[in-house]
């Protein structure tokens, strides 16, 4: 017989604490119920672990008091029982004429929800605007939705204890995959193949398949902002920007680093310098207490001085936490100049500042995950921000 799953990754009572919160976020809004399409919310409040959002899938929770409902597919069933505290579990069948909305609408009428207003996470990639169009023709007239994306999401910004030991473990898979593929680069090495590499660093330690796709890119690639199909073997004199995430229980720590096949330029070497000052300044900007929005407009002023205003990206970052395809970037919160958000002890954010000069085909990119703490922020990440030269 095949061994259960594993339990799940955090306490019955921290649990419960983020079910209490949930709910008394629902009562303060007049909330009677709300549907959690997110996968990151059936995670975070069940334990539930698996990637059965990628068709409808959704999660009733009454605001006042009784037992969660998941309507799942049959595939899922298994792994919800194992991983998660959600005990009923309803299934709608694939068929030519399947319509789970219609199942949902019946599991709210059971729950006595009929002429209530119910929230509902819009923003969530476990929910297309097919399926929200067919559930809103099937409530409409029963029941009033309300966008309610945010309360989960704002629960989750700030992390418990047990969430950052969780990244710190993440954070060491990061650095080990940076070093396994700073080792692995030489000249004639495919790039695309400094990705198994990377990989094969984390699962060695113990680590998870991260929900997005790594930035490996060389040469003129090294400029995109995202990674790229096409492996390029690499040269004598390359460069390798690495943007990856270290993934351990589903948490992601993230870390970017620059990667010098011989000797550098002059001018590489002073877009790092200018990258390195600016991520360093941009650290230093995390304060608990203050905006978010901080962040950015030191990256904006210290990059637009040093002259790659022309270059530089409009944010500078995102928050971290618990997702699931397809991207490590939890957000909302982005770090823009602007952005009110007020920093808080145990937020989680990732800024990196990358430069992609197109007009000589160079490229720098330098990023740590960092928590805000009581005084500023911790960096998560034990290599140093130099560039990694390989003569």
């Not at 049959?74 to 309803?90: C, G, H, N, Y």
């Not at 009929?114 to 399926?131: C, F, H, K, M, Q």
């Not at 700073?182 to 984390?202: H, K, M, N, T, Y």
């Amino acid at each position: 017989m095949a061994e259960a799953m594993s339990g799940r990754p955090f306490s019955a009572d921290e649990y419960e604490s983020r079910i209490s919160a949930l709910r008394a976020g629902l009562e303060a809004r007049g909330l009677d119920a709300i549907i959690l399409f997110a996968q990151e919310s059936h995670y975070y409040l069940f334990g539930y672990d698996g990637t059965g959002y990628v068709f409808f899938q959704a999660v009733v929770l009454p605001a006042g008091g009784g037992e969660p409902v998941l309507l799942c597919r049959r595939p899922d069933v298994a792994q919800a029982r194992d991983t998660s505290s959600i005990t009923d579990i309803r299934v709608w069948l694939n068929a030519e004429d399947a319509r789970p909305a219609r199942e949902l609408r019946a599991i709210l009428a059971e729950l006595g929800l009929a002429g209530t207003r119910v929230g509902i996470e819009l923003d969530s990639y476990g929910l297309t605007a097919a399926d929200y169009r067919m559930v809103g023709e099937e409530l409409d007239g029963f029941c009033e939705l309300v966008d309610a994306s945010p309360l989960v999401r704002g629960l989750r910004l700030v992390k418990s204890p047990a969430e950052i030991a969780l990244t710190r473990r993440a954070a060491a898979l990061a650095d080990d995959a940076v070093e396994a593929i700073f080792r692995a680069a030489e000249p004639g090495v495919l790039d695309g193949a400094l990705v198994a590499v990377g990989a094969g660093a984390i699962y060695e330690g113990g680590g998870d398949p991260a929900p997005g796709d790594p930035l490996i890119n060389s040469g003129h690639k090294a400029v995109y902002g995202r990674s790229v199909t096409g492996p390029r073997a690499l040269a004598e004199r390359d460069q390798l920007l690495v943007e990856l995430a270290g993934t351990y229980r589903r948490y992601n720590c993230c870390i970017e680093r620059t990667i010098v096949l011989g000797e550098p330029g002059a001018d590489q070497l002073e877009m790092h310098r200018v990258v390195r000052d600016t991520l360093e300044a941009a650290i230093d900007a995390f304060r608990p207490g203050e905006p978010l929005g901080r962040v950015d407009e030191v990256h904006r002023s210290r990059l637009d001085a040093a002259g790659f205003g022309g270059e530089r990206y409009a944010a500078c970052g995102y928050s971290l936490g618990a997702t699931y395809r397809p991207s490590w970037m939890d957000v909302p919160p982005m770090i823009y100049a602007g952005n009110p958000l007020e920093m808080r002890p145990g937020m989680v954010f990732f800024p990196h500042i990358m430069l992609g000069d197109k007009r000589r085909g160079l490229a720098v990119g330098l990023g740590n995950t960092v928590i805000v703490t009581e005084t500023g922020a911790e960096s998560l990440s034990r290599l140093p921000l130099d560039l990694l030269v390989k003569g």
